[in-house]
């Protein structure tokens, strides 16, 4: 029945795969969370327009698959003359589909903040730029690390659509190595529990990052 | 004889509608069969029944920090394989999408359990009621109210955990996108299509789900949640 020995000579492959998937992993991190930064400001902004055009992003890519936002990048990009290779229409794809999350949960934060606190800077004569950069931002970002890392965590399980792209990773090389062992059970199991703890460590550090920055508040620990 | 196999033609269009059936049947199915498993797997959790209720906790924890594709390759590739049984793309998809959406149901019903006031309980059973009592009058029609916007969130998202089924070969509305891509080479006509299919669907659960929400709202009416 099980039999893990036909597996073991595929490690050098599994690493291989498992640090794409951190590569793909980081840069889409770093890169929806530019892009949920500016969502997020968007939407709380007194500006009509961008309030709108924020929203209707939100209200897109939170409910089109992502699979879907996948294959429209990988073959419509080169249409319209952006030739980039799997890897990076990932990160990509990744960034702008996830941002939207990372909008909706700095926004939340955003909106969770004490409003006398904005008064009070504002009445100490803060503009508009010291405001957010100095109050606003930090209270909100320090708060919303826990729900952020959930939508990250959701990032990194969503890589793993990438391997339907021809992409290596490690999903995609777990699909070559079961179709060359016929042991696919094995595979896939080891694989379910290697992303099982990959989150569960994940996860950990983030309540204790969080924890840490929240350790001043009373609320929001 | 010219044989144009270029451009859409009208049976795309049955095609896509075709997709749809398949993408809302498989959606309607997995998500009854998973509310019924995360009901059953919140009680024997809530209820701390010995074993099963480590067994089932372990088992839905690996479901919800898993990708869903690795679980589907696992049920339609691996399972066969162990057991020497034959499973359709069809059978994989509702025994994986159902599991999913069961690890994620039984956590709402869990914490919607618990976030009733225990006094209730307590002033319940002062008053003799049976568990099963307790459970009917008393639990259900509260937590149910409490949980409903939540289960109307997820059913959303789980809707869009369906496109994953693509992938094993079933032609939902995915497939049938990929397929006319491949076919026509228009990726900007079709994936916008396909992506807007979704959006009026999720708009549609999510106009169900706030009526459902409304119809079940008087426990937080009356507690001001």
Same mark, same amino acid.
């Given at each position: 029945?099980?039999? @893990? ?15 794409? /998937?951190?590569?793909? !992993? ?50 419509? @990009? ?10 990076? /229409? ?44 100095? +109050? ?5 970002? #320090?708060?919303?690390?826990?729900? %952020?890392? !959930?939508?990250?965590?959701?990032? +990194?399980? #969503?890589?793993?659509? %990438? ?29 379910? %529990?290697?992303?099982?703890?990959? /989150? ?6 983030? /309540? ?8 001043? %508040?009373?609320?929001?620990? | ?18 997709? $749809? ?15 019924? $498993?995360?009901?059953?797997?919140? &009680? ?25 594709? =690795?679980?589907?390759?696992? =049920? ?5 394989? &162990? ?8 059978? *994989? ?21 618990? *976030? ?7 002033? *319940? ?20 109210? $409490? ?42 006509? =079709?994936?916008?299509?396909?992506? $807007? ?13 706030? &009526? ?14």
């Amino acid at each position: 029945m099980l039999d @893990l020995s036909a597996m073991a000579g595929y490690l050098p492959e599994f690493v291989e795969g498992f640090i794409i /998937t951190a590569q793909v !992993s980081i840069i889409s991190i770093i890169g929806s969370f530019i892009v949920g930064l500016m969502v997020a400001l968007a939407r709380v902004s007194t500006n009509k327009i961008f309030n709108f055009i924020s929203l209707i992003y939100v209200d897109l890519f939170r409910n089109i698959p992502f699979i879907v936002l996948i294959f429209f990048g990988y073959y419509g @990009l080169p249409e319209i003359g952006i030739y980039i290779n799997a890897f990076w /229409t990932g990160c990509l794809v990744l960034s702008i589909a996830v941002g939207a999350y990372v909008g909706e949960t700095i926004r939340a934060g955003i909106l969770g903040i004490d409003k006398g606190i904005v008064e009070a800077a504002r009445s100490f004569g803060f503009s508009k730029l010291k405001l957010y950069r100095k +109050i606003i931002l930090p209270i909100s970002l #320090t708060v919303s690390v826990r729900p %952020l890392g !959930s939508v990250f965590i959701n990032l +990194i399980l #969503t890589t793993s659509i %990438l391997s339907t792209i021809t992409l290596n990773e490690l999903t995609g090389v777990s699909k070559v190595i079961a179709s060359n062992t016929f042991r696919p059970f094995e595979v896939y199991v080891f694989l379910v %529990l290697l992303y099982g703890a990959l /989150t569960f460590v994940i996860s950990g550090l983030i /309540t204790l990052w969080h924890k840490r920055l929240n350790r001043y %508040l009373e609320e929001g620990v | 004889m010219g044989y144009n196999n270029e451009g859409f033609s009208i049976y795309d269009l049955q095609l896509l509608i075709e997709g $749809l059936g398949v993408s809302v049947w498989i959606f309607l199915v997995s998500t009854i069969i998973g509310l019924l $498993l995360g009901c059953f797997i919140g &009680l024997v959790r809530f209820y701390r029944i010995p074993i099963l209720a480590q067994v089932l906790m372990v088992l839905s924890e690996f479901l919800k920090n898993s990708p869903v594709l =690795v679980q589907l390759f696992l =049920v339609y590739f691996g399972i066969p394989a &162990l057991f020497a049984i034959d499973i359709s793309p069809f059978q *994989a998809a509702v025994i994986t999408l159902s599991g999913n959406t069961a690890s994620f149901v039984a956590i709402i019903v869990i914490s919607s359990i618990e *976030a009733i006031d225990k006094r209730q309980l307590d002033a *319940a059973r002062s008053f003799a009621f049976s568990e099963v009592q307790i459970m009917k009058c008393v639990i259900f029609p509260q937590s149910l109210s $409490l949980a409903m916007p939540l289960l109307v969130s997820l059913a959303i998202n789980q809707l869009q955990v369906t496109s994953l089924i693509s992938v094993i070969g079933v032609v939902d509305i995915t497939r049938v996108g990929d397929i006319i891509n491949q076919r026509t080479f228009e990726p900007f006509i =079709v994936w916008p299509i396909i992506g $807007l299919t979704y959006f009026i669907l999720a708009k549609v659960i999510a106009t169900v789900g706030s &009526l459902l929400e409304e119809k079940y709202s008087a426990y937080r009416m009356v507690n001001k949640l």
